[in-house]
């Protein structure tokens, strides 16, 4: 059972957030400095649109392939020990990366340059996707057993606030601290990133273990039915749901067509940009300080505008961010975008995720969220394959340029049909009933 059934009101107090907040932020903080390290070891590895945008494929191929069963397994075990698990695990896959790369690092390029050659180091290639596969799938279990250890740590009144500050620790650190880091890092080898990141899942892994108490999700019955009647519980919760369903529809399609345009982004910064590492990480950072903006007064905005107000700026928002790269060469006003965008991100899931975890019954949050992560999240290495194909695609017929360029004019141009959804489906006052029917079922 959860360590109270009334957490704590009040995150300044809250030991077991602040533990939670902290450890979210130092893995976060490694996920900064990997997330220049991966992209920039694809594009040194090959130079081919597809094959570097098939790494991202890999990393997120389990939250289409496992996160249905991840909901089954959350709702059963306790949450917290799943998330220490998982994190040890994945500071362990993220040492061998470290290895395989220390060893072939003299088939490298230099982490400074951009390599033209079209040969492609194989057998780093395939260590790379293997371990990244085996990632992916640590993630899926650990992320959606934190997203539902929330609810039972923080109070229901503080939860947007919880999230909010949450999103923005983790902005900053994700794409604002840890990437300049991680640029700094690969000038010395291309390794060291990953060696640094496997020490910050190992030190999130103790600080979840010291939060106090047992975290299994409440029993309805004496004994446990079959893990497909499970799912299907979970299923049908949220299919029947007129609000939370579109919703999940509408975000995988914002992060596929989103991943569409990302997967290539390393080449794209290269070769249209002109950017290095540092610069590289450098735009990235624009994402981070419009979260950590975003993250502090999103809950404010949402007071006063209404969640599908804000729900409906953030698609239009992120609409227009996404054709700035598509006629740009300015790395200033690509980062502004990301800035922008990032903002209007944090801002959608503030609103939505909040929501979720005050309206899901407990012994279904696991299910619920993972069927509703499927959906929402399922959809990134669909669209991160899509996007190498175009670029692939149209790299012949037009120029490299117009072919690196082509993926975020798509993106923009999906979002402009969400908008109509948005509209129809999560108006505020549809939000706003559904809260309202949740709390009086309960």
């Known amino acids: 059972?959860?360590?109270?059934?009334?957490?704590?009101?009040?995150l300044r107090r809250n030991s077991g957030y602040l533990r939670l907040l902290g450890a979210s932020t130092v893995t976060n903080l490694g996920d900064g400095m990997s997330s220049i390290a991966y992209p920039w070891l694809a594009s040194g590895l090959t130079r081919q649109p597809f094959l570097i945008a098939l790494v991202a494929v890999v990393q997120r191929l389990p939250w289409l392939v496992l996160t249905l069963p991840a909901g089954v397994i959350t709702?059963?075990?306790?949450?917290?020990?799943?998330?220490?698990?998982?994190?040890?695990?994945?500071?362990?896959?993220?040492?061998?990366?470290?290895?395989?790369?220390?060893?072939?690092?003299?088939?490298?390029?230099?982490?400074?340059?951009v390599t033209t050659s079209t040969s492609t180091d194989a057998v780093l290639y395939v260590v790379v996707l293997l371990t990244s596969l085996l990632m992916g799938s640590a993630e899926v279990l650990r992320d959606n057993s934190a997203q539902t250890l929330m609810?039972?740590?923080?109070?229901?009144?503080?939860?947007?606030?919880a999230n909010g500050r949450m999103w923005a620790v983790e902005s900053a650190t994700n794409q604002f601290i840890g990437p300049p880091i991680g640029s700094l890092l690969l000038g010395i080898g291309f390794?060291?990133?990953?060696?640094?990141?496997?020490?910050?899942?190992?030190?999130?892994?103790?600080?979840?273990?010291?939060?106090?108490?047992c975290f299994e999700p409440p029993k309805v019955a004496d004994e446990r039915p079959h893990w497909k009647v499970d799912l299907v519980e979970g299923v049908r919760w949220l299919r029947s749901n007129k609000v939370l369903w579109p919703m999940a529809l509408v975000l995988g399609a914002m992060n596929g067509s989103g991943a569409l345009a990302e997967s290539t982004m390393v080449?794209?910064?290269?070769?249209?940009?002109?950017?290095?590492?540092?610069?590289?990480?450098?735009?990235?950072?624009?994402?981070?300080?419009?979260?950590?903006?975003?993250?502090?007064?999103v809950p404010r905005v949402t007071k006063r505008l209404g969640g599908g107000t804000v729900l409906l700026i953030s698609v239009a928002g992120i609409?227009?961010?996404?054709?700035?790269?598509?006629?740009?060469?300015?790395?200033?006003?690509?980062?502004?975008?990301?800035?922008?965008?990032?903002?209007?991100?944090?801002?959608?899931?503030?609103?939505?995720?909040?929501?979720?975890?005050?309206?899901?019954?407990?012994?279904?949050?696991?299910?619920v969220n993972s069927v509703y992560r499927f959906l929402a999240w399922g959809s990134i290495p669909i669209g991160a394959a899509l996007g190498g194909l175009v670029v692939t695609a149209l790299d012949g017929p037009f120029s490299r340029t117009v072919a690196l360029r082509a993926p975020w004019v798509i993106g923009a141009a999906?979002?402009?049909?969400?908008?109509?959804?948005?509209?129809?489906?999560?108006?505020?006052?549809?939000?706003?009933?559904?809260?309202?029917?949740?709390?009086?079922?309960?």
């Not at 059972?1 to 009040?10: I, K, L, N, R």
């Open 191 to 213: 390794a060291v990133p990953f060696f640094i990141d496997a020490s910050t899942f190992l030190v999130s892994a103790a600080l979840i273990a010291t939060i106090p108490g």
């Open 75 to 113: 709702d059963r075990v306790d949450r917290k020990r799943l998330i220490v698990r998982m994190d040890v695990i994945r500071g362990l896959l993220t040492v061998v990366i470290g290895i395989a790369v220390f060893m072939r690092s003299g088939l490298l390029p230099h982490p400074g340059e």
């Open 267 to 297: 080449i794209f910064a290269q070769e249209v940009i002109g950017a290095g590492p540092f610069l590289f990480a450098v735009i990235g950072t624009g994402g981070a300080i419009g979260a950590i903006v975003g993250g502090w007064f």
């Open 1 to 10: 059972m959860p360590q109270s059934d009334s957490p704590p009101a009040g």
């Open 319 to 367: 609409m227009v961010c996404l054709l700035a790269p598509g006629f740009t060469t300015s790395w200033v006003v690509l980062a502004i975008s990301f800035a922008l965008s990032s903002m209007f991100g944090l801002a959608w899931n503030v609103v939505t995720v909040s929501l979720r975890q005050s309206v899901i019954p407990n012994h279904l949050l696991g299910r």
């Open 151 to 161: 609810p039972s740590v923080v109070a229901q009144d503080d939860l947007e606030a």
């Open 414 to 442: 999906l979002h402009l049909l969400l908008l109509v959804v948005v509209i129809r489906r999560l108006s505020t006052k549809q939000l706003d009933e559904l809260r309202v029917s949740a709390a009086v079922a309960k």
